[in-house]
């Protein structure tokens, strides 16, 4: 199993709420510095993360930039970049990453992210329907790959037309490439374009089916793919200390919050999405969905809104059972991500029954 851990470059603190600042927010103690964001990122570095995951979208900084600047500050830990498709050209793309190897030593890794909000796709310009993005994403990968083989090479396709392009000389270290999405669209995308497939936290059951068939999908097309579960995690010393603290986010989130997260979340088009909200239907009766999952981060919180609680044993033992239905990879967090990467590091990591395992970036 690798661990990565999640760098809140929209600001941090000791509540939880939405990765950018979007409706449904919340109110961050701490602004996101590089110097702050250097203190998470080598936190996670000494306890044993292999890479950071950065959030991209209009409520929060350049992702390329606040990395590469969060890079020259640390040594060994990779850098997660969230990369937009559509919003640039791949073959520019490649040129950033090829940049971003060399100012970095070789430490990036790219989360693909097509995008499942109309109304902010729409903002940036883009006004392609959700199969559609998932189509231009699959050509954006195809580009990007072919661009650090080196040039010059041409391709003819429905959303990229390049003619001789490419790097001038091939990308010695060229990045894996993660991608996400529930849809069928990004199963297929994934399954033969991506090395990393990406899900925000279901029951355990509902994880290994998508494992299962995006795996058959790669299989058919001769490819192996790994997957990764993006999850959060509240973890103490025993499980009502644990729930106790999960109680005590879910009392920082006001109606109003919720109500507005909610409606965003409603206008969204994420398959993804939508299934997060079915875990607790948009209110808070019923936030426990499995054992030891609990949904009530997603009340106020796009993406990933599922928290494994409990003990620091339990909490390794529900990465255990996720590992055993297939999960290659896990992105974590918690508030705040200084702390809990030291907390999650030193307490629940050990505990697993496969320790973390480095990978290349």
């Known amino acids: 199993m690798t661990f990565h851990w999640f760098l809140p470059t929209s600001g941090d603190g000791d509540q939880a709420g939405a990765a950018t600042v979007t409706a449904g927010a919340a109110r961050h103690a701490r602004v996101a510095t590089v110097g702050y964001l250097t203190e998470v990122a080598r936190a996670a570095?000494?306890?044993?993360?292999?890479?950071?995951?950065?959030?991209?979208?209009?409520?929060?900084p350049d992702p390329w930039i606040v990395c590469a600047a969060v890079a020259q500050h640390t040594e060994r830990i990779g850098l997660l970049v969230a990369v937009r498709a559509g919003f640039a050209l791949p073959?520019?793309?490649?040129?950033?990453?090829?940049?971003?190897?060399?100012?970095?030593?070789?430490?990036?890794?790219?989360?693909v992210v097509t995008g499942g909000d109309p109304t902010e796709q729409r903002a940036y310009g883009d006004?392609?329907?959700?199969?559609?993005?998932y189509a231009r994403t699959g050509?954006?990968?195809?580009?990007?790959?072919?661009?650090?083989?080196?040039?010059?090479?041409?391709f003819?396709?429905?959303?990229?037309?390049?003619?001789?392009?490419?790097?001038?000389?091939?990308?010695?270290?060229?990045?894996?490439?993660?991608?996400?999405?529930?849809?069928?669209?990004?199963?297929?995308?994934?399954?033969r374009q991506a090395d990393a497939y990406l899900m925000w936290g279901e029951p355990p059951a509902a994880i290994a089916t998508r494992v299962a068939r995006v795996r058959a999908r790669a299989a058919e097309l001769g490819r192996t793919l790994r997957t990764g579960l993006r999850l959060h995690v509240?973890?103490?010393?025993?499980?009502?200390e644990a729930w106790a603290e999960a109680d005590r986010l879910r009392a920082g989130m006001s109606p109003e919050r919720i109500a507005a997260a909610q409606a965003r979340f409603g206008r969204m088009d994420s398959v993804g999405q939508a299934r997060m909200t079915a875990l607790h239907?948009?209110?808070?009766?019923?936030l426990a969905v499995a054992t030891n999952l609990w949904a009530g981060i997603g009340l106020v919180r796009e993406g990933a809104g599922t928290a494994l609680v409990g003990s620091y044993a339990e909490?390794?033992?529900?990465?255990?059972?996720?590992?055993h239905s297939g999960v290659d990879e896990f992105i974590l967090s918690g508030w705040p991500h200084r702390e809990e990467a030291e907390r999650v590091g030193a307490e629940v990591l050990p505990r697993v029954t496969a320790l973390p395992v480095a990978v290349s970036h």
């Not at 044993?48 to 991209?56: E, I, K, Y």
């Not at 006004?127 to 993005?133: I, K, S, W, Y």
């Not at 509240?234 to 009502?240: D, E, K």
């Open 156 to 191: 003819a396709g429905e959303h990229y037309r390049v003619d001789g392009g490419g790097l001038a000389r091939p990308l010695a270290d060229p990045p894996p490439v993660y991608l996400g999405g529930a849809s069928p669209a990004a199963e297929a995308v994934a399954a």
């Open 91 to 111: 073959t520019l793309v490649a040129q950033q990453a090829e940049a971003f190897q060399a100012v970095s030593g070789g430490r990036l890794a790219l989360n």
């Open 281 to 286: 239907g948009g209110g808070s009766g019923r």
């Open 315 to 323: 909490v390794a033992a529900r990465i255990d059972e996720y590992a």
């Open 45 to 60: 570095e000494a306890h044993g993360f292999s890479a950071l995951l950065t959030p991209v979208g209009s409520g929060c």
């Open 234 to 240: 509240i973890a103490r010393h025993t499980a009502a």
């Open 139 to 154: 050509e954006f990968i195809e580009v990007l790959r072919r661009s650090w083989r080196g040039g010059p090479f041409d």
């Open 127 to 133: 006004f392609l329907d959700h199969d559609a993005r």
